[in-house]
């Protein structure tokens, strides 16, 4: 009967580490759907991770500091549209620039603004993304040792932060904006073939640039995800290619929002296992078990990527004749 209780665990460790993936993975799909590549994602969430902890930490609001992870994500992001989309930079090259600004200006301004420290701040509880269904479960007390691990393992579940709830709400909406609304499919459109956009009268470099800055404001919102719900604050080896990760479940879920989605939850099954299996009496050495998710990642590269096939015009810079 222990096993439920653990599978519980596992599931609930699986989510928490999945939504900040699951925000990122999102904005991912959103840029390479409109044709502009962005491997810049790790440095978006880790500029998102430091402004969501600074902000909240000073305000004593998490969702200001939620909110303002966003803004500095999308204005890193603002940065690889310009690059990519008006001066025709290559997307790759653009993108690595990206990931040294992002935690390198995320460390130079934690010195700046916390004396000299290399981390921010922790947040209390109280400053930290709430849990909202905190305690749903645990007033039941059924007498029946089952039913007492079933009870377990739900609240285990479902005891996640509102940015669990918020990310899978919006794997829906950006599906939604996607494949169901005019933008959405203008988007999809820039992605496949821009030159038979541009004819129709479709603002591509708009469409670009829009599309490139939300997926900055959503890598942003997975940097917040980790850093005021996670952790509790923001330090240099907070991310720590957790944004490439997100890239590889974009990969794997075919640059849809539901695959992206799948991919994210397996990577933060593998997390959620090395999580239990530390806290287990077996004798597995911490640093195999911290691999386990790259592995995990790279496995995945090697097995879907040759399958894989994204937008037709992905990578490829547009010039209006």
Known sequence: MKMLSDLGVIIGITLMYSAPLIYTSLGGVLSENAGVVNIGLEGMMTIGAFAGATVAYFTQ??????????????LLALLHAIA??????????????????????????????????AMTIPLDLDNKIPRPLNGLFSSISPTNPTMARIVDALDSIFNQYATVYIALLLVLAVWFFLYKTKLGLR??????????????????????????????????????????????????????????????????????????????????????????LGSTSLNISSQLLAMLPYIITLVVLMGFVGEARGPKASGIPYEKE
């Open 61 to 74: 609001n998490p969702w200001i500091g939620f909110l303002a992870a966003g803004i500095a994500g999308g």
């Open 84 to 117: 990519c989309v008006t001066f025709t930079a290559d997307h790759v090259v653009s993108g690595i620039a990206i990931n040294f600004i992002g935690p390198g200006l995320s460390i130079f301004l934690t010195k700046i603004f916390f004396d000299g420290a």
């Open 187 to 276: 988007i999809r459109s820039v992605g496949e073939h821009p030159r038979a956009a541009d004819t129709l009268g479709i603002n591509v470099y708009r469409i670009k640039y829009l599309a490139v800055i939300l997926s900055g404001v959503l890598a942003g919102f997975g940097g917040a995800a980790m850093s005021i719900a996670v952790i509790s604050n923001y330090r240099a080896a907070l991310i720590s290619g957790q944004g490439f990760i997100a890239l590889a479940a974009m990969i794997f879920g075919k640059w849809k929002p539901q695959g992206a989605m799948l991919g994210c939850l397996l990577f933060g099954a593998a997390q959620g296992l090395v999580v239990y």
